[in-house]
């Protein structure tokens, strides 16, 4: 197995008592990948990604990032490692601001959680990363409202711009485009474009037009199998992947 | 800015100046207000674990009984030195809180309530049944203490209890303060809100829990050693289900999540009780039952948001003039 890859899958199984969710999916990234994860609903992809981030503890096969093997790690733990992901369903503090959900994952990312004194200082580093980071984001006008006040667009901002702040070496975006109204999609296009290019990205993703625009390849999974891998042009080629997938919502 | 400031300060100075002027006010009452020193304490300890971390619990019972036997036991047998019983409690506490917090801690909502409640029912039911140990039904008595630092005296008068007391809140207020203002505390109130947000950021959500759990655990039972301590007395009461539920309800009304809601709450909660009691033994509990009410359903934050609430109902009504 090659240490230069930034994540590495090998056969990984998992099975639901007879259900097989996962098998023998093998899964390459290297340092500054783009590859889109796609496949009809019910294909595993959510288990995969639960798999990877030790949500669900796999039956077989080996996950390593950068070379470690991740068995056994919590999520937590993997999170600390480098391999953090965003999340289909926003995940935010929704009493908080947008700054401050961004602050405490530094606050976390930096191990400040035990400063019982002096923290002020610290905090104030956080912040103002955080203001930067939005700033970055191009979302610097939303840092003072609380989350729950936010448009949705934004929210799925922030949940990128939170994942970066923890400056992971793999980065899993799940469906960063689910819920966002057609207008405010081409800022979350951005937002993807601007990632930065040494970061290992996986994307899980059913619009199709994200996939073409963002991957450079593709790995298209059906029943818990990888059915076909490849460059866009191969994939929206393939007859197989026009039978189980594109077949069924065309481009 | 700066007049909230001041607000601010004045809201820090006052609930102790209130607490020292008490001491002088009311000397024949001193029994009365070290119980409320006690409770307040207590509730601030179910505000770290049930307001900040949102550990759903009716469980901390257990831990403010557990202190008190702890304390009352250690006096008997061991030591008659008050702050060397009080040590013995939160540590007995702590380790308590560790290893319950431990089994518990991986559940949440209905389960996690019912689990704790298990844990005061079992500890209740011990202590009723070991009554070679904690004299069951009749309490444990014959609890003498030297004199802390030799000097200040335990006597029927009040006056030591009720500064100790008085002291041991201010100690733990301070670390609380510090706890919930720092990362340690934002993690916490972010676990609250969401943990799985918390879990994606890196952090080790379960081990927080127990450790502010713990903390919770020492405070809680560091009041029941005062209680001890201040009665030279323990009673079955202090495990029961009740007592739980009791400061509960003093920290809702007072408002969570503020640490001053338990000064305010067990405070309302003991005065309305003594003084509704004096009228009719009954009356209190239907009055304390309203208060809450009331509180639940007008205020969101507690009595603690009286203030800020009647001034957002005079902009109101201003708004509604100029109009």
Request: no cysteine.
């Given at each position: 197995m090659s240490t230069a890859q930034a994540l590495s899958v090998r056969g990984l199984a998992k099975r639901f008592g007879a259900l097989?969710?996962?098998?023998e999916i093998d899964l390459d990234l290297a340092p500054g990948a783009r590859v889109a994860l796609i496949g009809p609903n019910g294909a595993g992809k959510t288990t995969f990604v639960n798999l990877l981030t030790g949500f669900l503890e796999p039956d077989g096969g080996r996950i390593e990032l950068s070379g470690e093997s991740l068995q056994g790690l919590r999520p937590e733990q993997r999170v600390r490692r480098g391999l953090v992901r965003t999340h289909q369903i926003n995940q935010l503090l929704a009493d908080n601001t947008a700054r401050d959900n961004l602050a405490i994952a530094i606050a976390e990312r930096d191990r400040h959680a035990w400063r019982l004194f002096r923290f002020g200082r610290q905090w104030g580093r956080c912040r103002e990363e955080a203001q930067q980071r939005l700033e970055e984001m191009e979302t610097a006008a939303t840092a003072d409202r609380r989350v729950l006040e936010l448009p949705y667009g934004e929210q799925r901002l922030l949940e990128i711009a939170i994942a970066l702040s923890l400056r992971p070496r793999v980065l899993l975006l799940d469906e960063p485009a689910a819920g966002v109204p057609s207008h405010e999609t081409e800022v979350i296009h951005q937002a993807l474009d601007r990632l930065p290019a040494d970061i290992a990205i996986l994307i899980i993703e059913h619009h199709m037009g994200v996939v073409f625009r963002f991957a450079r390849e593709i790995v298209v999974l059906a029943q818990g199998r990888v059915l076909a891998r490849g460059s866009p042009a191969a994939i929206s080629a393939d007859p197989r992947v026009r039978a189980v997938y594109l077949g069924k919502s065309p481009v | 800015m700066r007049r909230a400031r001041v607000v601010a300060a004045i809201g820090h100075v006052l609930p102790w100046a209130i607490a020292v002027a008490y001491f002088f006010a009311a000397p024949a009452d001193l029994d009365f207000g070290t119980q409320v020193v006690i409770w307040v304490l207590f509730a601030m300890s179910l505000d770290l674990a049930l307001?900040?971390?949102?550990?759903?619990?009716?469980?901390?019972a257990a831990f403010f009984g557990l202190g008190a036997y702890t304390a009352g036991l250690f006096a008997i047998h061991l030591s008659p030195d008050p702050l060397l019983g009080h040590l013995a409690a939160v540590g007995v506490t702590a380790l308590f809180g560790t290893l319950t917090g431990a089994m518990i801690l991986h559940t949440t909502g209905v389960t996690l309530l019912m689990l704790t409640l298990a844990i005061v029912s079992v500890l209740s039911q011990y202590a009723n049944q070991a009554t070679d140990l904690?004299?069951?039904?009749?309490?444990?008595?014959?609890i003498r203490l030297d004199p802390i630092?030799?000097?200040f005296e335990f006597n029927i008068f009040g006056r030591t209890a009720y500064f100790y007391a008085l002291v041991v809140l201010f100690g733990w207020f301070v670390l609380a303060w510090r706890i919930v203002h720092s990362p340690f505390g934002r993690s916490l109130d972010g676990i609250r809100q969401n943990p799985h947000r918390m879990r994606a950021i890196g952090t080790p959500v379960w081990w927080r829990l127990l450790a502010i759990y713990t903390i919770s655990a020492a405070m809680a039972g560091s009041a029941g050693a005062v209680s001890a301590h201040a009665t030279r007395f323990v009673g079955l009461s202090v495990l029961d289900l009740l007592t739980s539920g009791t400061v509960t309800v003093a920290l809702i009304l007072g408002g969570t999540r503020r640490l001053y809601g338990g000064f305010i709450g067990a405070t309302i909660y003991l005065v309305v009780q003594d003084y509704s009691a004096k009228i009719s033994p009954f009356l209190w509990e239907f009055v304390v039952g309203g208060l809450l009410i009331a509180t639940v359903l007008l205020l969101q934050g507690g009595l603690l948001d009286l203030g800020p609430a009647v001034l957002r109902l005079r902009d109101r009504w201003q708004a509604g003039q100029r109009k």
């Open positions: 097989v969710v996962a098998q | 307001g900040y971390a949102g550990i759903l619990t009716l469980g901390q904690t004299g069951g039904d009749n309490g444990l008595q014959g630092f030799g000097v």
